[in-house]
């Protein structure tokens, strides 16, 4: 019954059913499924499935965003019910669009695949100057900072975050990687990150990767 409930709410978030998407986490809570595996197995579930729907480009913003609406309503139900140490296991980032730059549909899309992933996401917004990235991954005490960019006249920009890690001596403490229209693999390289995701769904599996490594 329980694997039939998850695959439900799966199917809830990939098929945008937010009133379903509710149901069901009541459902959940009442017959005293397991939070985290309800969010993560369920609702996280679909909200993947929908991110290659995503990558296929059978689904578009539009979608993801009914999709990940569907999957924040489940997650506000079953959220009271995670163990306490479930809380712990979040992986901590902080996330934003690199200043002189306000375009943020990519930057929102890679926080609500992370966030059904698992990881806590600090979004910072958008035109977000170096410094506060690194002032506020500091005070999170985060793992990861993701800098968004879809303009070539600002991506310079991500070097002058590692620049200050650098320069404050916590480069090692910090995972930094790169996205957005005109970033490539090969500018990441160049400003030393860690990283380089072409989606959403990839830098997921990107973030992953680096929690593995």
Do not use: W
Request: glycine share 8%; with cysteine; charged share 30%.
């Amino acid at each position: 019954m329980s694997a039939e409930l998850l695959r439900k709410l799966s199917d809830a978030v990939v098929n945008m059913d937010e009133d379903e998407a509710v149901k069901l986490s009541l459902q959940a809570v009442d017959e005293k499924v397991d939070a985290y595996e309800a969010i993560d197995k369920g609702l996280g579930d679909g909200m993947e499935r929908a991110g290659k729907l995503f990558d296929e480009e059978e689904y578009f913003v539009p979608e993801i965003l009914i999709c990940s609406d569907a999957m924040n309503a489940g997650i506000a139900i079953l959220k009271p019910y995670l163990k306490q140490e479930d809380a712990r296991q979040k992986h901590k980032a902080v996330i934003g669009v690199i200043e002189g730059d306000t375009h943020d549909i990519g930057k929102n899309l890679v926080r609500i695949m992370l966030e059904s992933a698992g990881f806590d996401v600090l979004d910072l917004g958008r035109d977000v100057p170096p410094l506060t990235f690194v002032e506020k991954a500091v005070e999170i005490n985060a793992e990861f900072i993701l800098l968004s960019s879809l303009m070539t006249t600002t991506m310079d920009a991500m070097a002058d975050v590692i620049k200050i890690l650098n320069e404050k001596n916590i480069r090692n403490k910090f995972k930094v990687a790169v996205g957005g229209g005109p970033i490539s693999q090969a500018f990441a390289n160049r400003i030393g990150a860690d990283g380089y995701a072409s989606n959403a769904a990839d830098a997921v599996r990107l973030c992953k990767e680096l929690v593995r490594a």
